[in-house]
Structures are given as C-alpha cells and as structure tokens.
C-alpha cells in the first residue's frame, strides 16, 4: 500500500512539475497587452474629487492619452476638464488631437484663440487650415501678437516648402556670452520654449554660427569660453527648400532638431524629430497614392467630388491605354480565329508581366530616394533588374510549359505534340514578356527621375497598362509566328 501510495505521489509530482513548466514556457512567450488608459482617466474625470485631487492625478498622465479620452466625453465634460486643467496644459493636449477642429469650435471664440496661442506655432496653423475660413480668420485676429507673428511665418510658405513644418519653439545664444550668462539665457527662454536639447548659436551680426549639445553646456566650467563648445559644421536647411529636396537630408542626421534659415543665414525656426517623422509619413502617404494612380492622398471623410477629381483624370488616361491594347488584341483576329485555345491564357500572360513590372517600378523607385546614386550605378541596375526578370520568366515560363502542356493535351483532347507546342509558346511568351516588363518597370521611372518628374507618378496601374500593352504584342505576335507561321497549326 505504501509503494502505491509512493507511486501515485510520484505520478502527481510530475504532473505538477509539467504543469507549472507549460505556465512558465507560456508565461515567457505571452506579450502583455499594451495599458489603455482611457477607461481609468474617465473614472478620475467623472469622479467627484476634489478639483485639486483629480488634478494631482490626471498630471500622472501623458497629455496624449488624456487626448484620446476626450473623444469618449459629451461637450459639458470636456468644458469642464479644460476650465480644470488650464490653457497651457489644453493647449498641449490638442497637440495630440487627430481631429482638434471640432473640439475647437466647441469653445468661446477667445478661449479657443488663447489655446492656439500657446501652442507651438506649426501645430496651431496645422488646426487653423482644418477650420472654416470664416471662423480661422476670426480665431487668428484674436490670438496674442507674439503667436500670431509666429503663425503668420509659417502660413506664408507654400505646403511643400520646409519653412511650413518648422516649428519656432528653440532657444539661442549669442557667440559673446560666457558660459554663465548662457546658463542664463537658457533658463529664462526654456520658459516659453521646451525644446532645449539643442542650443543654437548665433554671430553678433544674428547669423547663424552652429549648435551646443545641453549636456556640453551643464558640465562646462565658467572659466571655459562658449566657442570651444560651438559645433560650427551643424547640419541646416533653408526655408524655400522643397521637403522632396532636403528630405534625405534630413534624415540623415540622427539629431533632435535642425535649424531653418533664410537666404541670409538667420535662423528662423528648426525641424524637430518629430517633424521629420511628420513629414516622412506624409511623402510616404503621397507616394502610395501616386503608385495607385491618384493625383493625390485621399482624406477618410473627403467630399465625393474631391475623390472623383483624384481619380478620374488617371483612370481616363488609363481607359485610353486599355483601348490601344484592345486594338492591338484585335489586330492578331487571325490568330485568335485559328487558335481560340490560346485566349484561354491570356491573362495568365497579362496578369505575370503587370506584376513583374509593378515589382520591378516599386524597387526602383526605392532606389531612386538615394540621391547620391550615380548614372553608373543606374545602369548597373538596369541590367541587374533585367537579369532577375529573365531568370524569373525563364524559371515560370519553364513550369508553365509543363502545367499548361499538360492540361491542354488531358484536359482539351489535343495531340501531345500540338498541346506542347501550344505550351511552349505559352512558355516562351511570359519569359519574353517578364523580361520586357522587367525593363520596361525600371527604365520610365529612371526617365521620368532624369527629366525631372516624380518617378512614383509611373504608378501601378500605369506600369500594368504599358505591360499589358507588351505582353500582348509578345504572346499573340510569338503564337502568330510560331504556331502558324512556322508550324502551321
């Protein structure tokens, strides 16, 4: 009784062992779910605290999640929540707001100018250029000088110039102070403006002369002069500069911010790290709108005429392309009357050489960001491109002369000879096809790049329409030559 009694705890130890070691294996491989505050802030929100006591804890939260909670608040409490929290602090909540423009014209025509005058400049003209025009010219005459000289700055660039993202909030020195007068100067502008990481510095006559790191400033002794700590070869870009032109630029330094400066050197605002992000997202969201063949990104709540006057000049141009391939189609009718088998894979060929090309204009579009990209290297990937869209037709032509034989020969009852015959030209086609597209994808971005177009306006559809147009000509014009000229089928 005792050896069983000994064996049944042996048994049930293991089993206890095994258990504990799946929770703990599960335990080490289970990503915990990411915190959602918003529940917890409309608690604190709805609660009847003391104003003091909901204000100590909603400090506890970063302004971007009190941003996302508003959305789930009725107009009274949002009235309520900002009288608590204070105009500077709604004012960086807003910053956070995808949608600021309906929560803005919630408020007092003054409250509301007061909220965008103590945001960052760039953010308020971002909310403004969301407003009606009526109700935007109304706000701007409200808000102080200082912030309306800051917004009129900004607004008075072209959307792609880099003077409209640049933002005002940076501190400066001047080359004559000593490090504690520095010191100084940075503690009574850190007050208005928080992006202290970068200092920059700037000549007795205001030009621009480089950039401290704080940290430098922090541990420099006093007896240390000011320029010893300058880096004078501070990245800079200038504010009637496109994004398109500088945008690499910029992202090739890993700095917080980087000053923004006119024809005659003086500073007038910086890019921050966020900016850039902003800014990147944007170009990439325009891209992809080029490569779907629109004029420009849509917006989810765009009115329907907008939407149409993004697509329909592309999709004309389109339906045009799709017509010249229709007539060319028409032109092989004799092939298409001897050979009717052979419409069966049309799309097969069309649908292979618009991917192959579609392929083949994204990488090459990719490649094109890299402005320091020789005419040599170009044409080296000319060539490369080429050489991969031959071994892709050459591998898919090769496994669809077998498929495709196959089926025609079991499935459609022709002789084996004519069904591989048959196959072989399918072959044949979409290696042809593929190695034509592969160029064809390749070489109108790099043209349109070289004559000073935007290589993504060859979009998608474009690429596939051309393709379509190719591959066509090769499969009915390689089928016309082979299968009835030369074999007579």
């Not at 608040?73 to 423009?101: N, T, W």
């Not at 701007?140 to 917004?151: F, G, Q, T």
């Not at 660039?157 to 001047?174: A, F, P, Q, R």
């Not at 007896?223 to 500069?241: A, I, K, M, R």
């Amino acid at each position: 009784m005792k050896v069983e009694e000994k064996f049944e705890k042996e048994i049930q130890e293991k089993e206890i062992e095994k258990s504990t070691s799946n929770i703990i294996e599960e335990s080490v491989h289970e990503i915990p779910e990411r915190a959602n505050y918003a529940e917890e802030l409309l608690q604190i929100i709805r609660s009847d605290e003391p104003s003091l006591n909901k204000l100590d804890r909603l400090d506890d939260y970063h302004e971007n999640d009190i941003a996302a909670a508003l959305e789930y608040l009725e107009s009274e409490e949002r009235g309520r929540l900002y009288s608590l929290l204070g105009v500077e602090k709604v004012s960086d909540i807003f910053s956070y707001i995808d949608d600021p423009a309906e929560y803005i014209e919630e408020l007092q025509p003054e409250v509301a100018a007061r909220i965008l005058g103590n945001m960052e400049a760039d953010d308020a003209v971002d909310i403004l250029e969301e407003l009606e025009d009526d109700t935007s010219s109304e706000l701007i005459e409200l808000i102080d000088e200082d912030a309306k000289k800051d917004i009129d700055l900004i607004q008075s660039y072209d959307e792609d110039e880099i003077g409209s993202k640049m933002t005002t909030n940076y501190v400066s020195l001047t080359l004559d102070l000593t490090i504690k007068q520095a010191m100084k100067r940075l503690v009574e502008q850190a007050a208005d403006n928080d992006n202290i990481t970068t200092l920059y510095v700037k000549k007795e006559d205001g030009t621009f002369y480089g950039a401290i790191d704080l940290t430098d400033l922090i541990v420099a002794r006093e007896y240390v002069e000011l320029e010893s700590l300058v880096t004078t070869s501070y990245p800079y870009v200038h504010d009637h500069e496109t994004v398109d032109d500088c945008i690499e630029e910029l992202k090739d330094y890993s700095e917080d911010s980087i000053p923004v400066l006119d024809k005659d050197m003086h500073i007038l605002g910086v890019i921050t790290s966020q900016d850039l992000v902003e800014v990147v997202d944007e170009e990439m969201g325009e891209d992809y709108a080029k490569l779907a063949g629109l004029a420009a990104e849509e917006e989810l709540e765009e009115p329907l005429g907008q939407s149409l006057k993004k697509r329909v000049p592309w999709l004309l141009v389109l339906l045009m392309l799709g017509m010249v391939v229709s007539s060319v189609i028409n032109m092989f009718e004799t092939v298409i009357v001897g050979l009717p088998i052979i419409v069966t894979f049309q799309s097969v060929i069309l649908g292979m050489s618009g991917n192959v090309g579609t392929q083949s204009l994204a990488v090459t579009i990719r490649v094109l960001m890299d402005e320091e990209l020789e005419f040599k290297q170009k044409i080296g990937f000319i060539f490369k491109e080429i050489r991969v869209g031959l071994c892709n037709g050459l591998i898919v032509g090769g496994i669809s002369v077998v498929f495709t034989g196959l089926f025609i020969w079991l499935a459609r009852g022709q002789q084996i000879g004519s069904a591989f015959a048959i196959s072989g030209c399918i072959g044949g086609a979409l290696a042809l096809a593929m190695l034509i597209s592969s160029f064809v994808g390749t070489i109108i971005p790099i043209i349109l790049d070289k004559i000073g177009f935007d290589p993504a306006v060859a979009s998608g559809p474009l690429i596939s329409t051309i393709n379509d147009l190719v591959a066509a000509v090769t499969y009915y014009g390689l089928a016309w030559i082979l299968l009835i000229s030369v074999i007579g089928m």
